[in-house]
């Protein structure tokens, strides 16, 4: 696990909190009122419908200046302050003001408490509000905020450095000369790197060039917690990132009984200060490379800053046939998933599944997992893991 820090909370949002959280303050601070209505005491209520007289009113930020007297009401506006004398609150739907303001008339009774929002309901001081290990979501950060919690210490994010390999790339928007592609595996890696919580630094592309990618590995561990490298990990003769890493680092260099991302090396490289930094070969091919990074990089990434390492899974109905071949491999197919009138989850495929054909798999948001044999038909039950925010 990374080293904590202390960082604004803004710049923490996506950490996991390194220490517990001990509550500094009550929230609410004070006993406030749930509702815009009519401070009142409850037992004035007993016989509604009944006058009582009107005092004042009440805005959420203003404290009221006179104490409210049997026979009487202070209107209030929702989030204001209880009135000294005031143990409950009249809904404004449950009162007639007179013409001239003086009386209101109040309609339903109300027992004591009713409709107001005690101090400390919602976080008390002194307790501890969150566990050393919580991640800070969105709605976490509110709640440290409303606890003045404006510093936070946190596992630090991990930086992963990103490059791409290949003579054949080209990101420079120029005409592709015979042979080139566009690369694209750059800019999904290294939002897949935010995404996942971390911070990104990117290397650029590297061209097929022993000499190039090691000072650009070396630069890269001196910098970063981790290292994804995309293309070069496979059989072929340019494969340089497997002729370079044999030879700087410690490397294992799998096939993977998965389809797609079967190539995949994993290993360590030394830095200039001797520590010996994850290098993640994800194989080349764009699909391939989003499957490698999600099934292997991010739970390691993840569970280098503490947090929650995998992503949901669900078991789901398939809507349409997903028949394979026995091949010794779990395929994961990219699929959208969606729930259906009957309650239960259903995916379909988002397309051709060619490691090749990124278009298809990006507008996946979960992939599905299909075992060895012979696949699955419509309506066969199978095991889904949940990619994003889906619908
Ligand atoms: P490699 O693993 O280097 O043999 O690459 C496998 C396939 O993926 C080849 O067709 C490459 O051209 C393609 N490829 C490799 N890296 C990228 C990249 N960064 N963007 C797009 N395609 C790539
Ligand atoms: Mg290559």
Redesign the pocket.
């Known amino acids: 696990m990374l080293p904590a820090v202390t960082l604004p909370l803004n710049a923490a949002v996506g950490c996991s909190l390194a220490n517990d959280v001990i509550a500094a303050e009550s929230v609410p601070p004070f006993a406030n009122s749930a509702v815009d209505g009519w401070a009142v005491r409850a037992g004035d209520t007993a016989g509604a419908p009944i006058k009582l007289r009107v005092l004042g009113a009440i805005a959420a930020g203003a404290v009221a200046d006179v104490d409210l007297e049997p026979g009487s009401a202070i209107k209030i506006m929702t989030g204001a302050p209880m009135p000294i004398g005031a143990d409950a609150v009249v809904m404004v739907e449950d009162s007639v003001v007179d013409s001239t303001g003086a009386s209101v008339e109040i309609l339903a009774s109300v027992g004591a408490g009713q409709s107001i929002r005690s101090a400390g309901s919602d976080v008390r001081e002194g307790q501890v509000v969150f566990r050393s290990g919580t991640a800070i979501t969105p709605a976490v950060a509110g709640v440290l905020a409303s606890i003045n919690a404006n510093f936070v210490t946190v596992t630090r994010k991990a930086r992963i450095g990103v490059l791409?390999?290949?003579d054949?790339?080209v990101d420079d928007g120029s005409p592709l000369a015979p042979g080139q592609?566009?690369?694209?595996?750059?800019v999904m890696l290294l939002k897949l790197v935010a995404a996942a919580g971390a911070e990104p630094i990117d290397f650029g592309?590297i061209k097929?060039d022993e000499a190039a990618l090691e000072t650009a590995l070396r630069t890269a561990v001196d910098q970063c917690d981790a290292v994804l490298t995309?293309?070069?990990?496979?059989m072929?003769d340019?494969?340089v990132?497997k002729a370079v890493l044999s030879r700087i680092a410690s490397m294992a260099w799998m096939q993977i009984a998965i389809r797609p991302a079967k190539?995949f090396a994993f290993g360590v490289l030394s830095n200039t200060s001797g520590v010996e930094v994850p290098i993640f070969g994800l194989?080349?091919?764009?699909v391939?490379?989003m499957v490698s990074f999600e099934l292997i990089a991010r739970p390691a990434i993840r569970q280098m800053m503490n947090l929650e390492p995998f992503r949901p899974t669900v078991l789901a109905i398939a809507d349409d046939d997903m028949r394979r071949e026995p091949d010794g491999k779990t395929h994961w197919n990219r699929v959208f998933a969606k729930f259906d009138e009957d309650g239960y989850v259903h995916v379909t495929s988002t397309g051709p599944q060619g490691?090749?054909q990124l278009a298809a798999t990006s507008i996946a948001n979960a992939i599905a997992m299909v075992e060895d044999g012979q696949g699955v038909y419509a309506g066969d039950r199978l095991e889904v893991m949940l990619l994003s925010d889906w619908s």
């Open positions: 791409s390999t290949g054949e790339l592609i566009r690369e694209s595996n750059k592309i097929d995309s293309g070069g990990v496979s072929g340019y494969d990132v190539p194989p080349g091919n764009p391939s490379s490691s090749h």
